[in-house]
């Protein structure tokens, strides 16, 4: 099969033709219908997270498409059925497990990260239970949600407990985590003010389009000084950087009001300088992923539409130009490789 793969770090990936496995046991052959292309695999291609278990790999994190083969063992699911993968495969069990947040054990392994991908003709899943079905969505525009749909989805839930009628929420970066964190912020906490900050005019206006209520040029205007102003003076009750860099954590952290909560969510790898002076009792966590559970409401949500990623599709012999635009932050929501475009 054809697969797209990181060869060495800091170069280019290739295509390359690789054995198509074959699923025995609870294993599931998934042909690819979509697989979405993460900032995250930036750092990894970089080599800023190397944390790949071998080289040649095949990356690709987000992945949906259709069952193509099923070992003997395999419940629920036939060839044909339109399914979204799950990431975390567990395999052994902890009590993250137990809990059902393989997201956060120790000996799960992540497609694409510490399993092979699904930028790729065909995905190996381990067990039908990392399938969930589709419905009536379709493949492409539900990779996405599998990580930029099911991150900020998490996310956003951490601030649930904090928020009151009429808070602030802020998000820092509208790329396409960001704009799912608009979008929920608005959905499951409709009565909170929406502030979106970044230095993209075009992806300001996208978060204006998905519910934003104010958004923040932070190459014009001071979003902390901003955010004051709109809040009265008081802060924001909830603040999302799903950028991660020195600037954005550290203005996360000055924009949140008295017990404020401040989840960071990217990985630019940032600094948070802490002094004694300044605290409010401002909590500060981090989010990974999802669980299998809260990928299924985002699916649910999908279903309903009233969530919907926006995509762009590209070929195998696009991957390596897309993500150079992705590094430059020109890629509007989601670029998903479709295999079965030329």
Excluded at 201 to 226: C, F
Excluded at 299 to 326: C, D, P, S, W
Aim: net charge negative.
């Amino acid at each position: 099969m054809k697969a797209v793969q990181l060869v060495a770090y800091g170069k280019p990936l290739e295509i390359r033709e690789v054995p198509t496995p074959e699923p025995v046991g609870e294993n599931v052959l998934v042909r690819i219908g979509g697989a979405g292309l993460c900032h995250s695999d930036l750092h990894i291609m970089e080599g800023k997270i190397p944390i790949l278990p071998y080289l040649p790999f095949t990356l690709g994190h987000e992945n949906a498409g259709y069952v193509e083969k099923v070992g003997p063992n395999v419940k629920g699911f036939n060839v044909g059925d339109k399914v979204a993968v799950y990431g975390g495969w567990s395999e052994k069990v902890d009590r993250f497990v137990l809990k059902g947040e393989e997201n956060l054990s120790d000996v799960t392994k992540w497609v694409g990260i510490g399993k092979p991908g699904g930028y790729a003709e065909y995905l190996l899943v381990p067990s039908y239970r990392y399938l969930l079905p589709l419905g009536n969505l379709d493949p492409v525009e539900a990779a996405p949600l599998t990580d930029a749909g099911l991150t900020p989805y998490r996310a956003i839930k951490k601030l649930l407990p904090h928020l009151y009628p009429d808070s602030t929420v802020v998000i820092i970066g509208a790329g396409g985590l960001g704009q799912f964190g608009v979008r929920y912020a608005k959905l499951l906490t409709p009565e909170v003010n929406v502030v979106t900050v970044d230095v993209n005019r075009r992806k300001l206006e996208i978060a204006r389009e998905l519910g934003s209520d104010y958004v923040v040029d932070s190459t014009e205007k001071d979003p902390v000084k901003e955010v004051k102003e709109l809040t009265g003076g008081e802060g924001a009750q909830g603040v999302v950087d799903f950028v991660g860099s020195d600037v954005t954590m550290n203005q996360a952290y000055a924009m949140a009001g008295r017990q404020g909560t401040v989840v960071i969510v990217g990985l630019a790898g940032g600094t948070l300088k802490f002094s004694a002076g300044t605290v409010n009792e401002v909590s500060v966590t981090t989010s990974n992923w999802g669980t299998q559970l809260e990928l299924s409401e985002v699916l649910a949500l999908a279903r309903r539409g009233v969530i919907k990623a926006r995509v762009e599709r590209i070929g195998f012999e696009q991957v390596n130009e897309t993500f150079e635009r992705l590094a430059k932050g020109e890629v509007e929501g989601r670029a998903v490789l479709v295999p079965e475009l030329p």
